[in-house]
């Protein structure tokens, strides 16, 4: 992933750069915040009160994320709400089309899909300016949920079975929506799409393999959870 | 309110002052979960980003309330789930009742319709063993939906007058939802009836007119709000 040779990090000096970067935080901080509101309503369809609030406790992580960015972009002079409500539509989109009918699909959109997402934006953040770079490594830091859903979602197969095929394309298909949704944000964004394709990050990061990571971490894991990806 | 002579406070070894005590927490931890959720939901009524996260912030206030009735009930040796989970579907259902139809109703009903509960617990607690009131005073302390609502909702209605009427229609079905699920929870939750009318609650507080009293604050903020009761 990275030459021999120490690339130099970008400059927010950079105009274009910096824009990419104001973007960057806009998709993710209203990702984070839509993330946050999704994971609550989707807590009403657990089965009992205490895992009601466990997936409270994890949205609550997700909406300090949220601050996190909103900081950031009023320390860079920025107005976060129209950095990020630029963003709002798509992310409203993929999760109206991947509304979860019942608590088990939940937990898995809220593992599988979210952590998609999560390394992507890892992966490009690590090439970042410094600043940026750790803000993003904190903001895509793991909230606990990892745990929770592996043991509630295999414990579950375990009663059921028949489960597993059902969840197995409920995971498929929110992969697909992910992909379609980023790739419709990369086309509407401009100085995003600038920045992922900009030279420290290509010099640095092979896009083509992005792709192919992403899915690998993606089936490992749906086989963590017992799912065929 | 109170008699001159001071009354001793109950104690938490009556057994049936304890099982009251208990159910009265389930009842408080149970609502400021489900007022945490529905906040949430609401917030996303909100015409901007940056109002949506104003309302999220006051929903973790109701999040930080249910912890501290949680912890309260596990060092009380109940199980909170358990005690609170008696009490989700009354609650459940007034807010079905009461699920606001655009951001302004979801403002009055945050404001104006929890406040009713809060004003409730607020006397009650009072007059109870000494941690149950410093508890039940913290968890109906304002978390910053006051000055948010009245500054929101009149402005509102200064930019179009005719809400006024609508709006006033709706706090009325507030309080007439309020008090008909207060009913049928007292009436199927014994020790919650019995705390409420037992003597050292009835010595200290005047059940007859604490309606009246309810009812009096319920009109002051519906004037507040620029809105007729």
Redesign the interface.
Known sequence: MTTDAPVPRPSLDDPAYRQGVIELLGLLG?GE?LA??RL??E??LAP???Q??RV?DI??GE?GH?RLI?DRLLEMGVD??EA??AF?LPLESYHRMTAPSDWLEGLVKAYVGDSISTDFYREIGAVLDERTAVLVAEVCSELGQTAVVIAEVRAAIARDPRLAGRLALWGRRLLGEMLSQAQSVAAQHDGLAALILSEPVTSQIDLVGLLERLTAAHVARMTALGLAA
């Open positions: 209203a915040y946050f509101e609550v309503s807590a009403a009992s009160l205490s009601r609030v409270a949205a609550q909406l949220h909103r976060p709400d990020m409500s709002l």
